[in-house]
């Protein structure tokens, strides 16, 4: 592990970059890859960290043993309290822990190569443009998603899945997006608005007319069809989705 010591960006689109990259490998721990993650957390071990990489990636282990680190130490002891209380509350404890990890990382990289007021400002804005794990983990982040069924897009045809949102519907079903203004002027850029306030569950990036998303029928999150590995051909025969997430919560005893 190297926690990125040996990766140093320097101009604010790089150090924004890493955080991008960290953040997405933090949240596929606590969403996609949650029931890995619950596993590697054994209050048995050691205090353990949660570490995000620029690669999106993630790991599980012990913290640094220099002194100081490299880079700022995520929280640390995570596993500790993984039987001790309600796991959503345990996720969402690391989750806002892993936000406080993330700007720390960031911040550093912006001191370490002196950014002025305007860069810390420029980078402050460009990463709270995105959600925080917190609001992905705990579903904050998908609120505008109820809306997005009415919703049409004459930019895309693709198909996507829509669920509980039609009275017409018990379970999933396909649905291509069709304009609702004949004339279709200034309908793109106002349906893209509405639409990028959409967030995957899995990256937490924002969504995108060109690409192919699926809900869950549990929990209503919203996710990248290649981020659950879900093509479109397959969620047609898909009568109730499940999450990984949520999957993994029924299948543990």
Known sequence: M??????????V???FRDFKGRRAGMIKALTTDVEEFYQKCDPEKENLCLYGFPNELWEV?????????ELPEPALGINFARDGMQEKDWLSLVA?????????????????FGFDKADRKR???MINDLPTIFEVVTGMAKTPVKEKSSVSNHSSNKSKLNSKRGSESQGKYS?????????GEGLEEEDDEEHGETLCGACGENYASDE???CCDICEK?????????????AEHIKQYKCPSCSNKRARP
């Open 61 to 69: 282990n012990l913290p640094a043993e220099e002194v100081p680190p």
């Open 123 to 125: 980078l402050f804005i």
């Open 212 to 214: 192919f998303w699926i």
């Open 96 to 112: 806002v822990h892993s936000d406080a990890w993330l700007l720390a990382v960031a911040f550093y990289f912006g001191a370490r």
């Open 222 to 234: 919203w996710f990248h069809g290649k981020c659950v590995k879900i093509t479109p051909a397959r």
């Open 2 to 11: 190297d926690g990125g010591a040996h990766y140093n960006p320097r101009t």
């Open 175 to 183: 649905k291509s997006m069709q304009p609702k203004d004949e004339d």
């Open 13 to 15: 689109e790089e150090v």
